[in-house]
């Protein structure tokens, strides 16, 4: 599983015109699930996420929690965070999980963080999302549950 995590003052994810799910400070959270993925996979992704410490600090130091500043999470499916564009000019996706995998495991992830008391919004898997943000810093941290990255 892959997340892309932005640290924002603000997100919002647009489906026809129609603002669907926002966030104020906290994170953007793009999620790709791979082929391969399992429970373990996704129990990384919930404990590591939340834990995650980009927040600034009384002494300006990234020392905090998303938990730790009361943030929200704004959560987006992605499946071409498995593009591979290595091979050629046109990136292959054939290890991103098909749908009927994928978003199950996309909404466990939710779910997980939701149960932890963080307050989640999502976009809507699958639909064409207009996705906008203010990236504070920025701060942006890419995370693998295969630790590839």
């Known amino acids: 599983m892959r997340c892309v995590i932005q640290r924002v003052t603000e997100a919002s994810v647009t489906i026809d015109g129609e603002v669907v799910g926002r966030c104020g400070r906290g994170f953007l959270v793009l999620i ?3 082929v391969d993925d399992t429970a373990a996979d996704l129990k ?4 590591k996420v939340p834990n995650l ?6 002494a ?5 929690s998303i938990r730790d500043v009361g943030g929200e ?3 987006v499916s992605q499946f071409t ?3 591979d564009a290595r091979g050629g000019r046109r990136p292959s996706f054939i ?3 098909r749908p009927d995998k994928a978003d199950p495991m996309y909404e466990e992830l939710v779910a997980a963080w939701r149960a932890q008391g ?3 919004e999502t976009g809507r898997f699958g639909a064409d999302m207009k996705v906008a943000l203010v990236n504070d810093g920025p701060v942006t941290i890419l995370m693998d549950s295969t630790k590839a990255f």
């Not at 990384?44 to 404990?47: C, F, P, R, T």
């Not at 410490?53 to 009384?58: I, K, L, S, W």
């Open 73 to 75: 999470i704004l959560a």
């Open 44 to 47: 990384y992704m919930a404990e």
């Open 118 to 120: 963080i307050h989640v």
């Open 81 to 83: 965070l498995y593009g």
């Open 53 to 58: 410490r980009v927040f600034e600090d009384a």
């Open 95 to 97: 290890t991103a999980a």
């Open 32 to 34: 790709g699930v791979h």
């Open 60 to 64: 300006g130091k990234m020392n905090l």
